[in-house]
C-alpha cells in the first residue's frame, strides 16, 4: 500500500471515529441521574431530592448551559436505585434541547410515583446504568450522576463497579448528601464526602459535589447540573463544596 493509500485510509478511519453510531442522535452529553430511594431516605427527603432535579431542569441557567453546548443538547435519563436488586429507570433518555423540552421532563418527572427500598447499592446502581448509553444518544460524553446518603451495603463493592464503568470511557459524578439524621440507630455519617471521592467518583473531568443536608439537595443538584453540561467549572458556594475525582 503506497503512502497516499495509508493517508487515505488513516483519515477514513478517523472520520469513521468520530461519526455518531448509525441511528443514535448526536448529542453534547448522555447523562444518567441515578438517585438514592433507599430505606436511609425518607418521605420529606426522597420529596426534596425529586424537587431539586425538578427545580433545576426549570431554571433558566441549565438551559442556557444546554443551549451554549457545541451542539445545543442533551441527553438524559432518571434512574431511582436502592439495594442491589432495585433499581428502577423512571424517565427514559429524553432530548432536552430548549426551554419547552427541559421543562417536558422536568413535568413527567414531578408526576412520576415514588417508590421507596431497603439497602444502599450504589455499586447496582452504576452497573444498571452503564448499558444504558448508546441506545438513543451518541454523546460526546457519558455521564453517570449518583446521588445519595449512605455507603454501599448491599452488592459487590462501589469500586469494582467504578472501575469497570470508567474502563468504558464513562465518567461517573457524585453528589453526597451529609444526613444529619440518625440512620435506624447509627450516628450521621460524617465522612461521607470522603468514602465517595475514594469509591463512587472517577473518570475524565469527574468530580464531587457535597450537600450539607436534604435541605441543601436543590441548590447542589443546580451546581452540579451545570458543571455537567458545561464540562467545565462554574462558580461554586461555600457550603458546597466540590472535590475533585478519578
Not at 421507596?116 to 444518544?137: E, N
Not at 440507630?185 to 468514602?195: F, H
Not at 473518570?203 to 459535589?209: A, D, E, N, T
Amino acid at each position: 500500500m503506497g503512502l497516499l493509500s495509508r493517508a487515505s485510509l488513516a483519515v477514513f478511519l478517523l472520520g469513521a471515529a468520530a461519526a455518531p453510531a448509525p441511528g443514535l442522535e448526536p448529542v453534547d452529553v448522555e447523562l444518567v441521574l441515578a438517585v438514592d430511594v433507599s430505606r436511609s431516605v425518607d418521605e420529606v427527603e426522597a420529596q426534596l431530592q425529586r424537587q431539586g432535579y425538578v427545580d433545576a431542569f426549570r431554571n433558566p441557567r441549565v438551559i442556557r448551559a444546554i443551549a451554549n453546548g457545541p451542539l445545543g443538547r442533551i441527553g438524559v435519563a432518571y434512574v431511582e436505585w436502592a439495594a442491589a436488586d432495585f433499581q428502577r429507570l423512571v424517565i427514559g433518555w429524553t432530548l432536552v434541547k430548549d426551554a419547552a423540552s427541559a421543562a417536558d421532563f422536568a413535568d413527567r418527572l414531578a408526576a412520576a410515583p415514588r417508590l421507596s427500598w431497603g439497602w444502599t447499592s450504589v455499586s447496582g446502581a452504576i452497573d444498571f446504568s452503564v448499558p444504558l448509553f448508546g441506545q438513543v444518544f451518541d454523546g460526546t460524553r457519558q455521564v453517570i450522576d449518583v446521588s445519595g446518603d449512605g455507603r454501599n451495603n448491599s452488592g459487590r463493592p462501589a469500586a469494582a463497579a467504578r472501575d469497570d464503568a470508567v474502563a468504558r470511557g464513562i465518567t461517573i459524578n457524585g453528589l453526597a448528601i451529609m444526613n444529619d439524621r440518625t440512620n435506624f440507630g447509627r450516628p450521621p455519617d460524617r465522612e461521607l464526602d470522603d468514602w465517595y471521592r475514594e469509591n463512587v467518583v472517577g473518570g475524565p473531568g469527574s468530580f464531587l459535589v457535597v450537600a450539607e443536608d436534604f435541605e441543601a439537595f436543590g441548590e447542589a443538584v443546580l451546581n452540579k447540573l451545570l458543571k455537567e453540561i458545561a464540562a467545565r467549572p462554574v462558580e461554586e458556594r461555600p457550603d458546597i463544596p466540590s472535590g475533585g475525582g478519578g
